[in-house]
């Protein structure tokens, strides 16, 4: 078994235990593999040991092994997250080749999404990033901005709200990580409350995981623990 195989696997049981120790699924919790910077050969591992959705936050970088993977056999149904800041200039992009984009915090950009959409794709799955810690050096909304956005992007043809994203600062404190994810968890019930389609939680990573799921999370972002520390 390969190191990202076995990494895989221990992620999954890590997923499961802490989805099983609040009484969740573990098929709730979907995992997103952030595979930024890592080669095509790391990337193919994971799909190997049966990983299928991949998470990118540069987007020359997504965009190529996106076109490297739709030409391999192994390459098909996989399913490709935007997870970084988005520059308006690099819409377009990830318009075009992206599946998800969890970093949506402005309607100009929403609106190019949707109008950059090429006909004949699904609609671009879109999240809706929140700075719930309030920090400066993030992007993201603050909850009282989430209404009117949501509403306005809600009416554009091309895009579809699925929920919301969250990097809180870096807390060791499980309490404290808990009840940052709790203030999160209690802003997508009402989304959801509003908006039908809306059924994702992106929240957690290697570091505060079980804290994030305990909180309802639905979607954990997971680089370092499967691929390794980046160079």
């Not at 709200?161 to 309490?175: F, K, N, T, V």
């Amino acid at each position: 078994m390969s190191t990202i195989q076995q990494n895989l696997q221990d992620v999954r049981g890590r997923i499961a235990t802490a989805a099983l120790s609040c009484a969740r699924s573990p098929e709730e919790v979907v995992l997103l593999a952030v595979s930024k910077t890592k080669p095509v050969e790391a990337i193919a591992e994971a799909i190997a040991a049966g990983q299928r959705a991949f998470g990118e936050n540069y987007v020359q970088e997504g965009v190529e092994k996106i076109q490297y993977f739709a030409q391999q056999p192994n390459g098909i149904g996989l399913e490709w997250h935007f997870i970084g800041p988005l520059q308006s200039n690099k819409s377009r992009l990830v318009a075009e080749h992206f599946n998800w984009f969890h970093t949506l915090d402005r309607l100009r950009i929403a609106e190019r999404l949707s109008d950059q959409r090429p006909t004949g794709m699904p609609a671009l799955n879109v999240l809706i990033q929140i700075n719930i810690s309030d920090e400066q050096s993030k992007s993201g909304i603050a909850l009282t901005e989430l209404a009117p956005l949501a509403e306005a992007i809600a009416t554009l043809p091309n895009i579809t709200l699925r929920g919301l994203m969250a990097i809180p600062a870096p807390e060791s404190d499980y309490q404290r990580q808990l009840a940052v994810f709790g203030q999160m968890n209690s802003a997508y019930q009402a989304l959801k409350q509003r908006y039908p389609q809306v059924d994702t939680l992106s929240m957690g990573m290697t570091d505060d995981m079980s804290a994030a799921i305990a909180a309802g999370s639905t979607l954990v972002r997971i680089g370092t623990a499967i691929f390794g520390a980046r160079a």
